[in-house]
């Protein structure tokens, strides 16, 4: 839809024409995975799929709210109402956002609003469409009530009403991702102090690719296996008497490991550890190539070997999201990984342009030859982040 229609549907809903519509983008999560819980780095892209808002105030403390993706009309909700883990629906993500941004103190939202929401994220993909809907949100509020917020400040308050009002334990890199990432470049964020770099990133102009590959496999963050790996990771924190796995350096994780042995701690929470630990250092690693203008082709194998890590000690991958790994670098990929939380969602998978094609059909055909449902390939574009459109 295009920021007239979403507008044209919001008069027709609302009987009046909305304030102003926004975008909030979904995100590609390059490399660095299940660190952003532990303090650690991430470096995720903003992908051209968004959560777009038109949006009015009002000022009787009602918000209403209405989606063209979700059957049903619109839903009215108390703003004084709002109680966390009170609404397991979609309305939960935006409705949160209201709750957020009110018990900061941001009081200006009680007089409540009008949104009308659409987008084209793929849910349950593991590219951040519950994040993208909470964006656009908490900008358009930001901007309809002159809250003042930065943006890694309106991230914040959208990963609080996930982990608060949702119930998802979710780290910052999501909402940070739809919120603050550039054109063509990705974003290098450190998610202890959110500090952050923007690495240009930019393939087309190598001669390279990188596809998303949505294995269509559902799946949920607020279901317990996630939650059960971040209690996990807690536990090897406090075992090792740090205030986060971000504090193991990589140099040390042998000796790390040896005294959780010491300590007690089992095999589950020793993998957990040693995937975090290096998954930090395999950030790095890519941040480095890419700013050292060499090979970018060189994060291939990094790619790769996240993805085996994922699999083998954060046990969070499916069968299909290891299919996808294993087709594409046998049909000649430069490399490959699970994007995403896991247990379903999305890879990404980095190819010579030229080879784009070939590899996404070998992909295809290994599905079919599986009896798995056909994947959705597409070409992922860093792209702009959260702003105003209308």
Request: hydrophobic letters at 45%; a negative charge; proline letters at 4%.
């Amino acid at each position: 839809m295009t920021t007239v229609d979403v507008a044209e549907a919001f008069e027709g809903l609302y009987g009046s024409a909305p304030e102003g519509v926004w975008a909030a983008p979904g995100r590609v999560n390059l490399i660095g995975e299940h660190t952003d819980y532990n303090d650690g780095f991430v470096m995720p892209f903003a992908l051209p799929h968004t959560a777009v808002a038109a949006v009015s105030r009002r000022t009787d403390g009602v918000l209403r709210l209405h989606s063209s993706d979700v059957e049903g009309g619109v839903v009215e909700l108390g703003i004084d109402a709002l109680t966390p883990e009170s609404d397991k629906n979609w309305t939960a993500y935006p409705a949160g956002v209201v709750w957020a941004l009110r018990d900061a103190g941001h009081t200006a939202v009680s007089a409540g609003a009008d949104i009308h929401l659409t987008s084209t994220v793929p849910t349950g993909a593991g590219l951040s469409s519950s994040a993208a809907l909470e964006v656009v949100v908490a900008l358009a509020l930001n901007d309809l009530y002159e809250l003042g917020l930065e943006r890694w400040q309106l991230a914040r308050l959208c990963q609080r009403a996930e982990n608060v009002y949702v119930g998802a334990p979710t780290g910052i890199m999501d909402q940070t991702a739809s919120a603050c990432c550039e054109q063509g470049h990705a974003l290098f964020l450190d998610t202890r102090d959110l500090s952050q770099q923007q690495i240009p990133f930019d393939l087309a102009a190598e001669g390279m690719r990188l596809l998303v590959v949505d294995t269509q496999v559902k799946h949920s963050h607020s279901e317990g296996e996630y939650g059960k790996r971040r209690a996990g990771c807690e536990r090897g924190a406090e075992l090792l008497d740090v205030d986060a796995l971000r504090d193991v350096a990589y140099e040390n994780l042998g000796a790390a490991l040896a005294g959780l042995a010491d300590a007690g701690a089992d095999d589950e929470v020793r993998r957990l550890v040693r995937h975090v630990v290096t998954e930090d250092h395999r950030v790095e690693r890519v941040v480095t190539l890419l700013k050292s203008g060499g090979d970018t082709r060189a994060i291939g194998p990094v790619l790769t070997e996240g993805h085996a890590s994922l699999r083998d000690d954060f046990q969070v991958s499916c069968p299909e999201l290891d299919l996808v790994v294993e087709a594409a670098v046998e049909a000649g990929a430069l490399g490959a990984r699970m994007t995403g939380g896991g247990f379903g969602g999305s890879a990404i998978v980095l190819v010579e342009a030229e080879d784009a094609e070939r590899v996404g059909k070998a992909v295809e055909e290994a599905f079919a030859a599986a009896g798995f449902v056909p994947p959705r390939v597409f070409a992922a574009v860093p792209s702009a982040g959260a702003r105003r459109v209308g």
